[in-house]
């Protein structure tokens, strides 16, 4: 069963950076692209990116310059980092197996990380 | 980036309805178009791949129909636990992007 667990801080302040993981079980990364989402309520569900297991990655061009994905093989995991954040920025993200030509067919439960002082 | 309109925003059915949900692209995307299923406090789930592929253990009520720039979701049948809030996706390159929600509730 494949499983997928997001962790990270809850709670960043403004212009630092937000950081998060995703625990994979039941599946190697390897093989697969795997992508974080952020979903708010007044932009609705957001591709932020994806990173295939040998580090090849896409971001949303909207982001594009402050978003870095990376992956670690060893740890079956993958994170996202976040640079300059703002109160735009709070959301509730996702970890998902998929890439941006794909469906995202395994979801995380979802990490609420906001964005305040 | 291609844009993802879905109407209606809300829809107000009863259990045993049928109903339908449409989602427009800003562009043909010829036939790759998901659907999820999302409830409150959990993430989205797939239901329908390449516009009218049912994924594996969603039931036979629903059906997806469409091509190149305007697609249809349709529940037959409405059972209780397909109150929530539906959502297509575009894959047909990047960005992937979603549409607003259609917000299935109980009238």
């Known amino acids: 069963q494949v499983r997928l667990q997001e962790s990270g801080a809850g709670l960043v302040k403004p212009s630092e950076t937000l950081s998060l993981t995703c625990l994979v079980s039941?599946?190697?990364?390897?093989?697969?692209?795997w992508s974080w989402i952020r979903q708010t309520p007044g932009k609705g569900l957001e591709w932020l990116g994806h990173?295939?297991?040998?580090?090849?990655?896409d971001y949303n061009p909207s982001l594009k310059s402050r978003v870095t994905l990376s992956a670690d093989t060893s740890k079956n995991q993958f994170s996202l980092r976040l640079n300059s954040v703002t109160a735009a920025d709070t959301a509730v993200y996702f970890c998902?197996?998929?890439?941006?030509?794909?469906?995202?067919?395994?979801w995380g439960q979802g990490a609420l990380v906001a964005v305040s002082s | 980036d291609i844009q993802l309109t879905q109407s209606p925003s809300t829809l107000s059915a009863s259990v045993g309805d049928r109903v339908t949900i449409t989602c427009r692209a800003s562009?043909?995307?010829?036939?790759?178009l998901a659907w999820y299923q999302q409830k409150p406090g959990k993430a989205p789930q797939l239901v329908m791949y390449?516009?009218?592929n049912l994924e594996s253990g969603v039931p036979s009520r629903f059906s997806g129909s469409g091509s190149g720039t305007e697609f249809t979701l349709t529940i037959s049948n409405l059972q209780p636990e397909d109150y929530a809030t539906y959502y297509c996706?575009?894959?047909?390159?990047?960005?992937?992007?979603f549409g607003q929600g259609t917000k299935l509730e109980i009238k």
């Open positions: 998902a197996q998929g890439g941006y030509d794909s469906t995202f067919n395994y």
């Open positions: 039941g599946v190697s990364i390897r093989g697969y692209y």
């Open positions: 990173i295939y297991y040998n580090g090849k990655t």
């Open positions: 562009q043909s995307i010829t036939t790759w």
């Open positions: 390449k516009a009218s």
């Open positions: 996706q575009q894959y047909d390159g990047s960005p992937s992007t």
